[in-house]
């Protein structure tokens, strides 16, 4: 399959019937995220940020009900990193570091007293730009949770949320020789390049890829 390597074809068969059972809700979400960035405020798409900034380490469910618990509290787009803290505290690993980068990429952000995240990402020409600048300028925020970030806003038809999840599933695929011991920017946009042709010569498009991925281990459709 041109410069993927030898497939496994049965393994391949399996992930694209995965696809089908779980089309209609895989689609239902990708929706979703495309209306964060179509119709969210830009407390909307901070929220996701948020988020990905919370889930390394740490569970994506504990994470996203600690953001939903910072908002309804009125925390997340006000509160010092102290405050923010404490209400992670049992929810998410690392938690002060965490909510000191929340809260530094929220200051980064503000301008006249408002957000202004949706501004600076409109300004890019497309999503790489976008996580280019990310990863430069958000503390905590490497590749794979930009492009986290970036998919669950409805930017992600064209970047890769390389975990090791997915990396083992690239490998057991053949779509890569084997599973990295790390992960630099080179050889993070050369994985990249590998699964956007896969997915570009089976059909699926990697945000897709990534959704049957996280349901086949988790089983649920989720973030």
């Not at 496994?8 to 399996?14: F, K, V, Y």
């Not at 694209?16 to 895989?26: D, G, S």
């Given at each position: 399959m041109g410069e993927t390597g030898t497939i496994?074809?049965?393994?391949?068969?399996?992930l694209?019937?995965?696809?089908?059972?779980?089309?209609?809700?895989?689609e239902k979400r990708l929706a979703e995220f495309h209306r964060v960035w179509e119709q969210g405020s830009d407390e909307d798409i901070f929220a996701e940020l948020a988020f990905c900034l919370f889930t390394p380490q740490s569970k994506a469910k504990s994470c996203w009900g600690a953001v939903q618990s910072l908002?309804?509290?009125g925390l997340l787009y006000c509160a010092e990193p102290e405050v923010m803290a404490q209400h992670l505290c049992t929810r998410v690993r690392f938690h002060h570091t965490k909510a000191r980068n929340v809260a530094a990429v929220r200051d980064l952000l503000t301008r006249d007293g408002k957000l202004r995240l949706r501004e600076k990402l409109a300004s890019f020409s497309d999503a790489r730009e976008a996580r280019e600048w990310l990863v430069a300028n958000v503390k905590g925020l490497g590749y794979k949770e930009a492009s986290h970030f970036l998919r669950n806003i409805g930017w992600g038809e064209e970047l890769a949320i390389l975990d090791r999840h997915i990396l083992r599933n690239l490998a057991a695929l053949g779509v890569i020789d084997e599973v990295p011991t790390s992960l630099s920017r080179r050889k993070y946009l050369e994985i990249e390049e590998?699964?956007?042709g896969f997915c570009k010569e089976v059909g699926l498009r990697p945000d897709i890829f990534d959704?049957?991925?996280w349901a086949r281990q988790t089983g649920e459709v989720f973030k």
């Open positions: 496994d074809r049965e393994r391949l068969a399996e694209l019937a995965e696809y089908q059972e779980r089309r209609e809700v895989i908002c309804a509290e590998k699964l956007l959704m049957v991925l």
